[in-house]
Structures are given as C-alpha cells and as structure tokens.
C-alpha cells in the first residue's frame, strides 16, 4: 500500500493551482466550505474519459459529498452520492443543488458502504472515496503546504500542526485514539457525536500515515467541542461546523495538550461551515 510524499503533494498544487480550488487563508471561503475540494478535484482530474463516463459516486456525511457533485459538474457528468439519513439538512440541499443525486441510507458506515456498492453496481459509476484514497490524501495535503507559505509570508513560521483527522478526535468517535495506541486500526465506529462529519473510521491509507508521522491523537468532549464553535461564531463571525471545531477545542480546552507543553505559532485547520440554521445553535442544546 503506497502513500503520497511530499513531492506528490507539491505536484498536486500544481494541478489545482489551474482548477476552481482558489488558495485562501479561510476554508470556509470554499464554496462547501471544507477542506473536501482540493481531493475530489484532484482525483476527478486523473479520470479518464472512459471513467467519467457513466458518472462518479462515493457515500459521505455531506462535505466530500458536496466536493464531488461540483468536480463532477465541472466536468459534465453524474454524480450519485450515499448520505446517512442523519445528515445535516443544508448538507443534503447543497449536494442536490450541485446537481448530485443523493441516495439516503441507514447511518452506520458498513451501511453506507453497502448501498453505494448497490447504486455503483447498477449505474456502473466510478467510486471515489471520502478518505480513503491516494487522490484525496494528496490533494488535502495541499492546505499543509499552504498554510506554511502564508506563516511564512507573515514572518510567522509554524511550530506546530493540528489537523482533525490526524491529530484530534471526538471522545464520541476515538476510533483513532484506540487505534493510535494499540496500534491496530479500529474498523467500526458507532456513534452519535455531533461531529458530523467524523462519524466514520480512519481509512487503512490514513491510519498507516498517522501511525508514522502523528505524535499523538488527542481527544475532546462534546461540550469542548461546541464551545470552541461558539468562540469561533462570536469572537471571529465565522461559521464553522462542529467538526471544524474539533481541532481548535484541543488547543483551547484539552488537558492533554496542555501537558504537552507546546509553545510558539501553531496552525489550526478547519474544515466544514455546514449549519442547520433551522435548528437551535449547538451551544443551546448540548448535555454533557
């Protein structure tokens, strides 16, 4: 099982530098607002005419989902996509609205899983994965690449690196966690933390590039969770969703982190400005 390097990364900047993926300091500036574009993109991309051709597919909670209904879009063709039957509502208006047809299913991954499988075999359409995939790895690891450039642009090099699905976790959802620390990857998550958008498990590819290159998975509380989307709204007026936040909810409220004892400029990324506004803000409604 191969895993991309770093100059397959800088090629892959090459190739989005040419496509709709624009680089901006804020994700949320992305029409999905997630860090879900430069992947889908770039795997989309590297498709061949005879692969495009009956259309693409993958199953998703809503940020990978909406990346590919545009990637497909741009290149004229279908796009299917399985979604939990719990995804939030403005995610599965926004995938309609890129012209995807969305496909429910139960909630649980093996079950998304199973009725993509379904809808592929009987369309015949190319899958492409949320995670698990050597295209969407790359192209997400250009965001590293260029949040580096911009510290160092603004004469603030950074010491350190928090991105959610490497380094920080829900305590609803630790499959990584575990996995991290027994050193086996966990297959099966259940779970219902409002985290969204990290419900599933760390795919294989995934797993093998944290167990060599992580220092550590940390872990914060639903509560830590929503109160870092809270600062975020308030203090900064930007919309992040609450898997966003995760990533920021260790560096402001994890005991863990702090006996680590990390000093200097540290990057946070956040990925996913997916909200119901319908329904009452998190903050409002979260028991811990």
């Not at 860090?35 to 889908?40: E, K, R, S």
């Not at 993958?58 to 990346?67: D, M």
């Not at 510290?151 to 959610?164: C, M, R, S």
């Not at 203090?235 to 966003?244: G, Q, Y």
Request: net charge negative; proline share 7%; aromatic share 6%.
């Amino acid at each position: 099982m191969s895993v991309p390097s770093l100059s397959d990364i800088e090629s892959a900047g090459l190739v989005l530098a040419e496509s709709s993926v624009h680089l901006t300091p804020l994700l949320t500036s992305q029409s999905i607002s997630a860090l879900a574009p430069p992947g889908t993109t770039l795997a989309v991309s590297r498709l061949s005419p005879s692969e495009l051709s009956k259309g693409v597919i993958t199953h998703s909670s809503g940020n990978h989902a909406q990346a590919l209904a545009i990637a497909a879009r741009s290149k004229g063709v279908k796009a299917y996509i399985v979604m939990p039957e719990n995804s939030p509502l403005p995610k599965k208006r926004a995938t309609e609205g890129y012209g995807a047809e969305v496909i429910f299913s139960p909630p649980l991954a093996e079950d998304r899983e199973r009725v993509c499988e379904e809808v592929r075999t009987r369309t015949g359409a190319h899958f492409i994965p949320p995670y698990d995939h050597y295209d969407i790895i790359t192209g997400q690891g250009t965001v590293a690449l260029e949040m580096v450039k911009q510290a160092i642009e603004l004469g603030k090099p950074l010491d350190a690196l928090v991105v959610p699905i490497f380094a920080a976790e829900p305590e609803l959802a630790n499959d990584c966690f575990q996995g991290f620390r027994s050193g086996i990857r966990v297959e099966r998550v259940v779970t219902t933390t409002i985290a969204d958008g990290l419900r599933t498990p760390v795919g294989v590819r995934n797993f093998a590039i944290i167990k060599e290159n992580v220092e550590d998975v940390i872990t914060v509380t639903e509560r830590q969770i929503v109160e870092a989307q809270k600062l975020v709204w308030e203090r900064m007026k930007m919309v992040i969703e609450p898997s966003a936040a995760v990533s920021l909810a260790v560096v402001l409220f994890s005991e863990a982190w702090r006996q680590r004892g990390v000093r200097g400029n540290v990057g946070v990324v956040w990925s996913g400005g997916n909200v119901d506004l319908d329904k009452p803000m998190p903050w409002t409604t979260i028991n811990e």
